[in-house]
């Protein structure tokens, strides 16, 4: 069974700190893919990680993807309180196309 | 271009009634996915088709049907509602290899009691 594991689930940050979400995935994979969601709302594409190595930049936020350690990372650099929400990383097997969610880190950031 | 288009956005059913959830897209996309987002679980696949005439169960299919007539359609029907299909539903659409990974729509919350 494919598995994929985001730690931590919840995770509080005060405003201005650093932080990292790690997303593992248990099959072989070139393809991750980031979701942001907000309360009640539907989710929105953050970023697209195609190849071994490959790293992405989007203000505060940052995403790597290591396709040997099956693992990716979600980087939060100065955390503002505009970031809180729930972020979803996805995994899209070598061996087909359908797209396996993790089960979100939901990220609150304090004054 | 109003990407992926759910309805409706909140229903409420009895147990044993039947509906069903519209989905449509005008991207012109070839793959489309519904899924069910319950609290600690994240998203789960129910069933997914990559072109008009071609579907597939993904992880929780039971309860659930599809079809897909047309590119642009992908309803998702409940059969005889349950408690346990209470959740919320996210129909998304992709590109040929979902090179570009998914757009979602709105969502769909829903009830059953």
């Known amino acids: 069974e494919l598995k994929v594991e985001q730690n931590p689930l919840f995770l509080s940050m005060q405003e201005g700190k650093n932080y990292t979400i790690y997303c593992n995935y248990s099959t072989t994979s070139d393809r991750l893919y980031w979701y942001r969601q907000d309360p009640g709302k539907s989710l929105e594409s953050l970023f697209v990680l195609l190849s071994n190595g490959a790293v992405k930049q989007e203000g505060r936020l940052m995403a790597s993807l290591d396709t040997k350690a099956r693992l990716s990372t979600l980087h939060i650099t100065a955390a503002v309180h505009d970031l809180s929400a729930t972020y979803f990383c996805?995994?899209?097997?070598?061996?087909?196309?359908?797209?396996?969610f993790g089960t979100g880190t939901s990220l609150t950031v304090i004054p | 271009n109003a990407g992926v288009t759910q309805t409706p956005k909140f229903q409420v059913l009895k147990t044993g009634q039947s509906m069903t959830l519209q989905c449509a897209q005008d991207m012109n996309h070839e793959y489309m996915s519904w899924y069910r987002q319950d609290p600690g679980m994240g998203l789960r696949l129910i069933h997914y088709s990559v072109g008009a005439g071609i579907t597939d169960q993904g992880e929780v299919p039971n309860g659930y049907n599809v079809s897909r007539s047309t590119t642009e359609d992908f309803p998702l029907r409940l059969l005889s509602a349950a408690p346990s299909q209470t959740s919320v539903y996210f129909c998304?659409?992709?590109?040929?290899?979902?090179?570009?990974?998914?757009?979602f729509g709105s969502g769909t919350r829903l009830t059953v009691v």
């Open positions: 998304a659409s992709t590109g040929t290899g979902g090179v570009n990974g998914y757009t």
């Open positions: 996805a995994v899209v097997p070598n061996t087909g196309n359908q797209f396996y």
